[in-house]
């Protein structure tokens, strides 16, 4: 019997400790902004949504700033150097009213414009600012530049 109450016990605990284990603490970031295309002014873009500083926006870079950059394979070297691309995307950030050392470089991602005959490229970087001690929510932008170094246009979203 005393052995029973003691598996009993100890499976509830194993139980107990799973569940809080997958359980996220609330001071995680939100999910990944989607990826996502649309039709805007007569163009198609890819479009990412982020939120800064209480207003959300929209960074589109349209398909022909991706198809007009130079070709590019996963076998060779990228066009622009990471750090070029920071460059390029920090200087966009400062349009913001962002300060550098507040948003740190969180991920560099290669995306692949789909639906094309030939593979076109074209950067996503991703910043996210650091812990609010108020446990507001964290700030993650991110920013799309063409292999050709031409930058997303960043534009204040509309209420819907």
């Keep these: 019997m005393r052995k029973n109450q003691i598996l009993l016990i100890g499976s509830a605990a194993f139980c107990a400790a799973l569940v ?49 950059g130079p070709e590019w394979n996963p076998s060779l070297p990228l066009p622009l150097s990471f750090a070029k691309v920071e460059e390029i995307v920090r200087q966009q950030l400062r349009k913001l009213g962002a300060e550098d050392e507040a948003l740190p470089v969180t991920g560099f991602e290669v995306h692949r414009l789909l639906e094309v005959a030939e593979p076109k490229w074209y950067y996503a970087v991703t910043f996210r600012s650091a812990l609010d001690v108020r446990g507001e929510s964290f700030d993650r932008i991110t920013l799309l530049v063409s292999l050709g170094g031409q930058p997303g246009q960043i534009m204040v979203a509309r209420k819907r």
Excluded: M, N
């Design 20 to 68: 809080i284990g997958q359980t996220p603490r609330p001071t995680l970031p939100g999910p990944l902004p989607k990826i996502q295309q649309a039709k805007v002014g007569g163009f198609e873009a890819e479009v990412r949504a982020f939120e800064f500083d209480g207003k959300t926006y929209r960074v589109l870079l349209p398909h022909r700033d991706i198809l007009s």
